[in-house]
């Protein structure tokens, strides 16, 4: 089993910045992928920004230039540190991550989610 615990989330105003943190923990042998997701109500889930072991990235369109994802590979730690916030980035934030795990099986866990709320 991995598990995902991630922290960070709140209520924001326009314009401001928050920080996600995400740790993942268990039988772990390494994680190639780790990075964030959101769902805003009535919308389906869509990848945020991820971060390869080798620290490639990736990130939705609609947050380059403001979120910038980043990984501390031995804590096994992803942050999302999200800046100039809109309204339209509220939304619950999953953590996700993407590995192989002692017993050299797969593993593909998510986290249990962050609210993160921004007020115009």
């Known amino acids: 089993q991995v598990q995902l615990v991630e922290s960070g989330g709140g209520l924001v105003q326009a314009g401001g910045s928050l920080r996600l943190s995400c740790a993942a923990s268990?039988?772990?042998?390494?994680?190639?992928?780790m990075g964030w997701y959101r769902q805003a109500p009535g919308k389906q889930r869509e990848l945020v920004a991820s971060?390869?072991?080798?620290?490639?990235?990736n990130y939705l369109d609609s947050v380059k230039d403001r979120f910038i994802v980043t990984r501390d590979n031995a804590k096994n730690t992803v942050y999302l540190q999200m800046n100039s916030l809109k309204a339209e980035d509220t939304a619950v934030y999953y953590c996700?991550?993407?590995?192989?795990?002692?017993?050299?099986?797969?593993?593909?866990?998510w986290g249990q989610g962050t609210q993160v709320t921004v007020s115009s």
């Open positions: 971060m390869t072991s080798r620290g490639t990235t």
């Open positions: 996700n991550a993407a590995g192989l795990r002692r017993d050299l099986r797969d593993f593909y866990s």
């Open positions: 268990g039988s772990i042998s390494r994680i190639n992928v």
